[in-house]
């Protein structure tokens, strides 16, 4: 059996360092996944019938995407290491798989913006809303993340008794405190939009390169099992 060749052994090296850092990256994606999911701040957001399913539809995404992605780079590791074309195999089928799906999704993120925008401000609005009416301390918890995450401050971005103490400290100018937040929620995913996209191209463009890689690094492991 022949052995792989110094270029054939830089593909076999940079395919494991790039397995490696796509099982750190899944590993994240799914620690933030499941602490949206399960942090107390958060937790509220699941729990009512009202809840945005624009939200939680995406946090169990980002738990399931964060999963495959692990179970992607440690067959990319394995396969690269033990110089298996099977395991190189599985990686390519998975990494097509995510590849297939983030252009699916990105296409319905673009088309569905509107959507999304009116999903989530009528989720805090009524999230506001049931606050008012019975003072919950999780609905509390709940919209001063979103206060403070997005620095604004009810529907209306004017101080009120009901919303002072969950809303950013600043100084009050002609009535208002800051922007409201249906305003600030469609400020972000307007102003985030092409970012967002940036961050999915580059990503597209290093699955693309993975792919590639393990392509080649197969196709040299059995060349050399087939020369005795």
Same mark, same amino acid.
């Given at each position: 059996?022949? /052995?792989?060749?110094?270029?054939?052994?830089?593909v076999?090296?940079?395919?494991?360092?790039?397995?490696?850092?796509?099982?750190? /990256?899944? =590993?994240?994606?799914?620690?933030?996944?499941?602490?949206?999911?399960?942090?107390?701040?958060?937790?509220?957001?699941?729990?009512?019938?009202?809840?945005?399913?624009?939200f &939680?539809?995406?946090?169990?995404i980002?738990?399931?995407?964060?999963?495959?992605?692990?179970?992607?780079?440690?067959?990319?590791?394995?396969?690269? @290491?033990?110089?298996?074309?099977?395991?190189?195999?599985?990686?390519?089928?998975?990494?097509?798989?995510?590849?297939?799906?983030k252009?699916? /999704?990105?296409?319905?993120?673009?088309?569905?913006?509107?959507?999304?925008?009116?999903?989530? =401000?009528?989720?805090?609005?009524?999230? &506001?809303?049931?606050?008012?009416?019975?003072?919950?301390? /999780?609905?509390?918890?709940?919209?001063?993340?979103?206060?403070?995450?997005?620095?604004?401050?009810?529907?209306?971005?004017?101080?009120?008794?009901?919303?002072?103490?969950?809303?950013?400290?600043?100084?009050?100018?002609?009535? &208002?405190? =800051?922007?409201?937040?249906?305003?600030?929620?469609?400020?972000? &995913?307007?102003?985030?939009?092409?970012?967002?996209?940036g961050?999915?191209?580059?990503?597209? @463009?290093?699955?693309?390169?993975?792919?590639?890689?393990?392509?080649?690094?197969?196709?040299?492991?059995?060349?050399?099992?087939?020369?005795?």
């Amino acid at each position: 059996m022949a /052995a792989l060749t110094g270029g054939e052994m830089c593909v076999k090296y940079v395919m494991f360092a790039f397995n490696f850092i796509f099982w750190l /990256a899944g =590993t994240a994606v799914l620690a933030l996944g499941l602490w949206l999911r399960f942090d107390p701040k958060t937790k509220a957001l699941f729990e009512g019938g009202d809840s945005p399913s624009v939200f &939680f539809t995406g946090v169990y995404i980002l738990i399931a995407a964060g999963a495959l992605m692990m179970v992607v780079g440690f067959l990319g590791c394995c396969g690269a @290491i033990q110089e298996s074309p099977w395991m190189l195999g599985l990686f390519f089928f998975f990494l097509l798989l995510i590849f297939a799906v983030k252009v699916a /999704a990105g296409f319905w993120g673009f088309s569905n913006q509107s959507k999304v925008v009116d999903d989530i =401000t009528q989720f805090y609005r009524q999230t &506001f809303k049931n606050y008012q009416d019975n003072k919950q301390d /999780a609905l509390k918890e709940t919209l001063r993340l979103i206060h403070h995450g997005l620095n604004c401050c009810g529907p209306t971005g004017r101080p009120t008794d009901s919303a002072d103490d969950i809303c950013p400290k600043k100084e009050v100018l002609d009535g &208002f405190i =800051t922007m409201s937040c249906p305003d600030a929620i469609d400020k972000v &995913f307007n102003s985030k939009l092409h970012i967002i996209g940036g961050v999915g191209v580059g990503l597209g @463009i290093v699955m693309i390169f993975g792919m590639i890689f393990s392509m080649l690094l197969c196709c040299a492991i059995r060349k050399t099992r087939e020369i005795v």
